[in-house]
């Protein structure tokens, strides 16, 4: 048999020649077919099957014998899609004269069920009968001889692969759902009391805001002053060390004057308290502050309203402006920036992301051209828009730069000429961390280039913000927004009362 089963493999696939060879040596089949061939099958033929079992190197015709049961088998499995391609291989003919032995290999398969190791190939033949073994026949056909049918039922996989994106698509339901829940849901739970802090700035009103910017300011003043105060009646020397500690503030010498003259008319030889004092100072610093505290009105007849921001370096000039901006565009007006500060590419590129946050026009040129001749262009196209208003940027200069100075009057000069009012409304922004140096730079852009207005900034942090309060009394010129951070939404009109019981320390 052994023979018998190189020669077989040698020439038809693995999986047919197996099939048969492992159907021969089925034992029960051998037995009924040496009765049967003894007595019906005189000639040596039959009994040459009996020594190819026992001896695998007999003559080709005995694996003919053999093959024909096993080919009959196949003709009773040919309705499997597998046993078509192993009949081309063997010779038919011969399976369909042997009709009569089908009952012979069911025999010799009881003998061989040692073999029964190999039954993933075998189970073709003896199972079409008893339906077990035909079951057996698709598992062992698939196995072996579907290497290139495997190839085909690769393809059947692939749409397995198609199924694996089907129950995606309910993962994608959930997200609409907690999508955002399952790639938040610690950011959730973590942003959650972040939510809460983020919350309390906006919920916080202006003037909480104010308290919080100035309270440096504040704190400093009020314990400067609760130590003046401490066990000692009001007398000349208790007024001079006041006065002291309230010029230290910046609040300047008339606030000062004026804080002393009213507490001496009253209290003089008496006892006076720390916040007698504070609330004393916040009606004065009120009275100095009314004055300045007005809104900022546009005149829309003249079209655009050229308004040009000035002020020294890191003032805050093109963050003004961008609040601004959005304030008026809020407004339902139309509003075009010009980047007059050619001098900084990051101011021209930071008035940019303003211009987009507000929906306003930025009018830029190339770095290091001309800023008068950019606010000529700026106004032309402002005016030929029919913008509302003309935001214009200036460069950052220290006072004391004369060819800095003229350049800045030069953009006065020519905005003139397109109209005799323009600039219609000049801002200059005042870093309330300056102190003192502070009222020289009013005075001098003031001179230069017709300051009208102040916005001051910076407040927020500052021990300094009485400086404010020196400079209205001083210039006597509009204080029309402060700022005290750098959101959009903190820069405010200005309020003489609450700037006053900030600093103060009152309400």
Same mark, same amino acid.
């Given at each position: 048999?052994?023979?018998?089963?190189?020669?077989?493999?040698?020439?038809?696939?693995?999986?047919?020649?197996?099939?048969?060879?492992?159907?021969?040596?089925?034992?029960?089949?051998?037995?009924?077919?040496?009765?049967?061939?003894?007595?019906?099958?005189?000639?040596?033929?039959?009994?040459?099957?009996?020594?190819?079992?026992?001896?695998?190197?007999?003559?080709?015709?005995?694996?003919?014998?053999?093959?024909?049961?096993?080919?009959?088998?196949?003709?009773?499995?040919?309705?499997?899609?597998?046993?078509?391609?192993?009949?081309?291989?063997?010779?038919?003919?011969?399976?369909?004269?042997?009709?009569?032995?089908?009952?012979?290999?069911?025999?010799?398969?009881?003998?061989?069920?040692?073999?029964?190791?190999?039954?993933?190939?075998?189970?073709?033949?003896?199972?079409?009968?008893?339906?077990?073994?035909?079951?057996?026949?698709?598992?062992?056909?698939?196995?072996?001889?579907?290497?290139?049918?495997?190839?085909?039922?690769?393809?059947?996989?692939?749409?397995?692969?198609?199924?694996?994106?089907?129950?995606?698509?309910?993962?994608?339901?959930?997200?609409?759902?907690?999508?955002?829940?399952?790639?938040?849901?610690?950011?959730?739970?973590?942003?959650?009391?972040?939510?809460?802090?983020?919350?309390?700035?906006?919920?916080?009103?202006?003037?909480?805001?104010?308290?919080?910017?100035?309270?440096?300011?504040?704190?400093?003043?009020?314990?400067?002053?609760?130590?003046?105060?401490?066990?000692?009646?009001?007398?000349?020397?208790?007024?001079?060390?006041? *006065?002291?500690?309230?010029?230290?503030?910046?609040?300047?010498?008339?606030?000062?004057?004026?804080?002393?003259?009213?507490?001496?008319?009253?209290?003089?030889?008496?006892?006076?308290?720390?916040?007698?004092?504070?609330?004393?100072?916040?009606?004065?610093? *009120?009275?100095?502050?009314?004055?300045?505290?007005?809104?900022?009105?546009?005149?829309?007849?003249?079209?655009?309203?050229?308004?040009?921001?000035?002020?020294?370096?890191?003032?805050?000039?093109?963050?003004?402006?961008?609040?601004?901006?959005?304030?008026?565009?809020?407004?339902?007006?139309?509003?075009?920036?010009? &980047?007059?500060?050619?001098?900084?590419?990051?101011?021209?590129?930071?008035?940019?992301?303003?211009?987009?946050?507000?929906?306003?026009?930025?009018?830029?040129?190339?770095?290091? &051209?001309?800023?008068?001749?950019?606010?000529?262009?700026?106004? *032309?196209?402002?005016?030929?828009?029919?913008?509302?208003?003309?935001?214009?940027?200036?460069?950052?200069?220290?006072?004391?730069?004369?060819?800095?100075?003229?350049?800045?009057?030069?953009?006065?000069?020519?905005?003139?000429?397109?109209?005799?009012?323009?600039?219609?409304?000049?801002?200059?922004?005042?870093?309330?961390?300056?102190?003192?140096?502070?009222?020289?730079?009013?005075?001098?852009?003031?001179?230069?280039?017709?300051?009208?207005?102040?916005?001051?900034?910076?407040?927020?942090?500052?021990?300094?913000?009485?400086?404010?309060?020196?400079?209205?009394?001083?210039?006597?010129?509009?204080?029309?927004?402060?700022?005290?951070?750098?959101?959009?939404?903190?820069?405010?009109?200005?309020?003489?009362?609450?700037?006053?019981?900030?600093?103060?320390?009152?309400?």
């Amino acid at each position: 048999m052994a023979g018998f089963l190189k020669r077989i493999f040698s020439f038809g696939k693995k999986e047919v020649v197996e099939a048969p060879v492992e159907e021969e040596p089925l034992t029960p089949i051998n037995w009924e077919a040496l009765k049967e061939l003894r007595v019906e099958v005189p000639p040596p033929a039959a009994a040459e099957p009996i020594a190819d079992e026992v001896a695998p190197e007999t003559g080709e015709h005995q694996p003919e014998v053999q093959a024909e049961p096993v080919k009959e088998i196949v003709v009773s499995a040919p309705p499997e899609p597998e046993l078509p391609p192993e009949l081309p291989q063997e010779p038919l003919p011969p399976a369909r004269p042997e009709p009569e032995i089908p009952a012979s290999p069911v025999p010799d398969a009881p003998r061989d069920e040692p073999v029964k190791r190999k039954e993933p190939e075998l189970p073709t033949e003896p199972a079409p009968q008893p339906e077990p073994v035909v079951a057996t026949e698709p598992v062992a056909s698939p196995v072996q001889p579907a290497e290139p049918e495997v190839a085909q039922l690769l393809p059947e996989p692939e749409p397995i692969a198609e199924t694996v994106p089907e129950p995606t698509p309910p993962t994608p339901a959930e997200p609409p759902l907690a999508g955002k829940v399952t790639v938040t849901r610690k950011v959730e739970a973590k942003s959650e009391p972040t939510a809460p802090a983020a919350e309390v700035q906006p919920r916080l009103s202006w003037y909480q805001r104010l308290r919080q910017g100035l309270a440096r300011s504040s704190r400093e003043l009020s314990t400067n002053i609760a130590g003046v105060f401490t066990k000692r009646k009001l007398d000349d020397d208790t007024l001079q060390e006041l *006065e002291d500690v309230l010029l230290r503030a910046d609040l300047g010498l008339e606030t000062a004057v004026r804080v002393t003259d009213t507490l001496a008319s009253g209290r003089f030889g008496r006892e006076v308290s720390d916040s007698e004092v504070r609330a004393i100072m916040a009606t004065e610093v *009120e009275k100095v502050l009314t004055p300045v505290a007005r809104a900022l009105e546009l005149d829309l007849s003249h079209k655009p309203h050229v308004i040009l921001v000035v002020g020294v370096n890191g003032t805050g000039k093109t963050t003004t402006i961008g609040k601004l901006a959005a304030k008026l565009t809020a407004g339902g007006l139309s509003v075009m920036l010009a &980047a007059g500060d050619t001098f900084r590419a990051a101011a021209i590129e930071q008035l940019k992301i303003w211009g987009e946050r507000t929906g306003s026009p930025v009018i830029a040129s190339k770095l290091g &051209a001309d800023a008068a001749g950019l606010a000529y262009d700026a106004f *032309e196209k402002a005016k030929e828009a029919g913008s509302d208003v003309l935001i214009i940027d200036t460069a950052g200069r220290l006072q004391n730069k004369a060819e800095l100075m003229a350049e800045l009057e030069k953009i006065v000069r020519v905005l003139g000429k397109l109209d005799p009012d323009a600039p219609h409304t000049v801002l200059q922004t005042v870093d309330a961390t300056t102190g003192q140096n502070a009222l020289n730079q009013v005075e001098i852009f003031r001179n230069i280039a017709g300051v009208n207005g102040l916005v001051m900034t910076k407040l927020d942090g500052t021990a300094r913000g009485g400086i404010l309060v020196a400079i209205a009394a001083k210039h006597k010129l509009p204080v029309y927004f402060i700022g005290v951070g750098e959101q959009i939404d903190d820069l405010e009109p200005f309020s003489a009362g609450d700037f006053a019981k900030a600093i103060a320390g009152v309400g």
